[in-house]
């Protein structure tokens, strides 16, 4: 976990759950229509334009829509939890998980003690990143991997892709500042603007941190000369996603022959940790960068470089002007953003992260009844029974391939609601007389070393990679598991007064899209046991690749800013996801029906079913946010999720009548269904 990042990931809390319902309820809420757009032409801005119009951007978002208007719900009521533990008295017991939620939020919230402070917590951070040099590289970068940040490569613990049932450790890039590498690379006027941009804000807060405006400028521009450099060698973010390109086994005598300019057992020995035997690293062409690079680089480089590392990963844990540089930057700039989210959230978001399933387990407690654990137990049994449905009707795949796919879907581990075992914080210590810096230190110090000391041990298999609070859900290839974290089983997603129709179209979707990650591009190569494994006849692996090629063409088509195209390479597994899980959802919901389906305020169940889907990605952005996710989201653009989605699906176009003509209309000839 990245130091700075825990300020970046903030689980939320939802409405509270409401259990699925049997037979039929409320039906479309109207208010969400847009009357006046024809379905037709655009059947995304007639089932989501109505919710659009009545909730309008304001200065603090670069994009809302219907899932961010679930997360800012859940925040008021994740801040009401945890101010609720200041005056219990378990939080006057010092080591309660009470006592640190209480405690660092208080800090978090204390904008008179971190503005008298400045940039004080820093300097002894800043003091240890100048005394690098090349004689001691290896010591500096195993402290500064220990919970500030990932300079110059990453090092973490997971499953190896080989044995999934191992922990083994893996070598990676680094990050960039800016996130992605064609900011550094592409020569478009935009792009300097944001080099620009990005310049002005490496010396703001190098000269906030106390160096002068002259040490400022020269180490902005070794900085941005290094990360070009890093740029041009990391993998693009297409190749990041196909996991033979990460996959790359390694034993430690390997790792010391090829890589030899780095002493890899000095480095682990820093870390805390006996050299491990067996690595994966993520890219061979970016370590043998990083294995010339040491023996290169200029002394002087090298230290702005880790200098400028420490400070940009502490900007959110230190006074306002530098949360206000920061924001100027990445939030404003990058993103359109005109005003900061007030501090309440921002000092909300530490302990949400740092202390997540203990926060989880107070908002399972009183948001998320028994029953909808049992609900979804059923849905969930259901969807699986209609995608083993799906793969028994597919006409490009062999009865072998079949068989596998069968294997693996009856061997999916489904966790739902909440894990059966919290996650233990007693080695995490909250000290209010540290600085707030100090203290998310010392607790994102803990989680380097609760991950790195996994290396060689069998993989948890109950571990949850979301906290319950989390208004999400994930697929996760090397256990072979969907999750679906309470918070997400609300309205509009999964509520019980509304019918059938509307919650197969929601959390019936959500569902099929988990359980289809299990078969997209990149989830299709781990077998049942999440090893990297192909399973697949040559065959049928071909006619997959043809029909994934005929889908992410269709999204590339698509403009989503003048002279910007949708990637449809990149956003390809969530783009198969959305399409598998609208089919495989109508198709349990129409199990489910017992051959009846009633017509609730003039409207079909499959029409209600596809608007419920529809208005689910109502969402208004800038075109900032829009630049930006292009680059950086797997997931494509709400109004594409929609409208390219539902193009390739016949009940669709028959549910609303839509023919040849109609702007929403694919010829049969042209439509691409994969699962």
């Keep these: 976990m990245k130091f700075k990042k825990l300020m970046m990931l903030t689980a939320s809390l939802g409405l509270p759950v409401l259990a699925f319902g049997e037979g039929h309820g409320h039906g479309v809420i109207r208010e969400n229509i847009n009357p006046d757009a024809n379905l037709k032409e655009d059947f995304y801005e007639y089932a989501a334009g109505g919710w659009m119009k009545t909730h309008p951007l304001t200065a603090e978002y670069a994009r809302y829509g219907m899932f961010d208007l679930l997360r800012e719900n859940a925040k008021t009521q994740l801040n009401e939890l945890i101010l609720g533990l200041k005056d219990s008295p378990e939080s006057k017991i010092k080591g309660t998980n009470a006592q640190k939620v209480a405690d660092i939020y208080e800090m978090g919230m204390d904008s008179v003690r971190l503005n008298k402070e400045g940039a004080a917590p820093l300097k002894p951070f800043l003091e240890k990143a100048e005394s690098v040099s090349k004689d001691n590289l290896e010591e500096m970068l195993a402290w500064e991997h220990n919970g500030l940040g990932a300079s110059l490569f990453s090092t973490g613990v997971g499953a190896d892709y080989n044995d999934s049932k191992i922990n083994i450790m893996h070598l990676g890039e680094t990050g960039l500042g800016l996130g992605d590498r064609d900011y550094y690379l592409e020569d478009t006027e935009e792009n300097k603007k944001i080099i620009d941009a990005y310049i002005k804000y490496m010396e703001k807060i190098a000269v906030l941190a106390g160096y002068t405006e002259k040490d400022a400028k020269r180490m902005a521009a070794n900085v941005l000369a290094l990360e070009k450099e890093i740029a041009k060698n990391k993998m693009t973010r297409e190749q990041r996603r196909t996991p033979a390109f990460r996959n790359n086994p390694f ?73 206000d540089a920061d924001f100027e930057m990445f939030d404003k700039i990058l993103s359109g953003k005109e005003e900061q989210e007030p501090r309440w959230k921002r000092a909300m978001a530490i302990p949400n992260s740092m202390f997540g399933e203990a926060v989880g387990q107070l908002y399972v407690e009183k948001y998320f009844p028994e029953e909808n654990k049992k609900a979804m137990q059923k849905l969930v049994a259901n969807l699986q029974q209609a995608l083993g449905q799906h793969i028994d009707s597919l006409t490009w795949m062999s ?202 305020d003039g409207l079909t169940p499959e029409q209600r079913f596809y608007l419920a889907y529809g208005a689910l990605w109502a969402t208004n952005i800038r075109d900032e946010e829009i630049a930006r996710l292009t680059k950086s989201d797997t997931h494509s653009l709400g109004r594409n999720r929609v409208n390219v989605s539902l193009r390739n699906i016949a009940p669709f176009f028959e549910a609303f009548g839509i023919s040849e003509g109609d702007a929403m209309y694919r010829p049969e000839a042209e439509r691409v269904i994969i699962w």
């Excluded at 000095?266 to 491990?276: E, Q």
């Excluded at 043998?288 to 480089?301: S, W």
């Excluded at 000290?431 to 060689?456: I, L, R, T």
Aim: a negative charge; glycine letters at 8%.
């Design 251 to 323: 034993t430690i005598d390997e790792l010391k022959a090829k890589y030899s300019n780095f002493d890899w057992d000095r480095y682990f020995g820093a870390l805390g940790i006996p050299t491990p035997e067996r690595f994966n690293v993520g890219s061979p062409i970016y370590l043998e960068f990083f294995n010339n690079l040491i023996t290169e680089i200029d002394p002087q480089q090298l230290k702005d470089y880790l200098v400028m590392e420490v400070i940009g990963e502490s900007t959110g844990v230190l006074s306002d002007d530098f949360r």
């Design 399 to 600: 009865d072998e391939t079949k068989q596998k796919a069968h294997e693996k879907l009856s061997t999916f581990k489904v966790k739902i609601g909440y894990p059966d075992k919290w996650k233990d914080y007693s080695g995490i210590t909250i000290d209010p007389a540290k600085s707030y810096m100090e203290n998310c230190y010392e607790a994102s110090k803990w989680y380097k070393q609760d991950n790195y000391k996994k290396v060689g041990e069998p993989v948890d298999q109950e571990e949850w990679l979301m906290t319950p609070q989390t208004v999400n859900a994930y697929y996760m290839p090397t256990t072979n598991e969907i999750c679906f974290p309470a918070a997400i089983l609300q309205a509009p997603y999964f509520d019980k007064d509304a019918d059938d129709a509307l919650n197969y179209g929601a959390i019936g979707v959500v569902i099929g899209h988990e359980m289809t990650h299990g078969f997209d591009d990149s989830g299709r190569q781990y077998d049942k046991d999440g090893n990297l494994k192909d399973w697949w006849q040559p065959e049928d692996a071909d006619k997959f690749k043809a029909l994934a090629d005929q889908l992410a063409a269709q999204f590339d088509a698509v403009e989503v800013l003048p002279g910007v195209h949708a990637n449809g390479r990149f956003t390809l597994g969530e783009n198969i996801a959305d399409q598998g899980g609208l089919r495989v959802a109508m198709t349990a919901y129409k199990n489910s029906l017992n051959g009846e389906g009633e017509i609730i």
